[in-house]
């Protein structure tokens, strides 16, 4: 019995102890490559073209493609609620080295007229992304949660 016992421990701190082998397999980092999905309001300065509009709702699509250890490749496609056509911005970004959970992407528009260029602070809590945004150049602003899109669907 106490044989049992000490094999146990020693399994644990072997497990405790153990290093992944690469980015995919958890290199300290949430693995967070997928499609997630949000709808938010989005406000704009009264210098930008939007602003008489008023608060838009819209919805968000970030996929994120790729990890390399703390690096992270992802497309932003977003539209307003009633639109057909999705906007698409890539961004670049990394995980923050002294907190796993947040991270920061850099974005640059490619299709659209609304395209622009911001940032996304980011975290990642409970198989939740929560990000804001802010578009310096445009004086845009929003704030969203998304979840993971089931990929079945």
Not at 17 to 46: N, R
Not at 73 to 96: K, P
Request: glycine share 12%; aromatic share 8%.
């Amino acid at each position: 019995m106490v044989l049992k016992l000490i094999r146990s421990l020693a399994a644990v701190a072997i497990l405790a102890v153990a290093t992944p082998s690469g980015a995919d397999e958890g290199s300290g980092f949430p693995q967070i490559v997928g499609t997630w999905h949000g709808t938010y309001l989005v406000a704009f300065a009264k210098s930008n073209p939007n602003h008489g509009k008023g608060l838009l709702k819209t919805e968000m699509e970030l996929e994120v493609t790729k990890l390399d250890g703390n690096l992270i490749t992802a497309t932003n496609r977003w539209r307003r609620i009633g639109d057909t056509e999705w906007i698409v911005e890539e961004a670049m970004g990394t995980f923050s080295l002294d907190d796993p959970t947040r991270f920061v992407l850099a974005e640059a528009g490619i299709s659209g007229e609304d395209v622009s260029a911001g940032i996304f602070n980011g975290v990642y809590l409970d198989d939740v992304i929560m990000v804001t945004y802010a578009g310096p150049g445009t004086g845009v602003a929003f704030a969203a949660q998304l979840v993971k899109k089931d990929p079945s669907k």
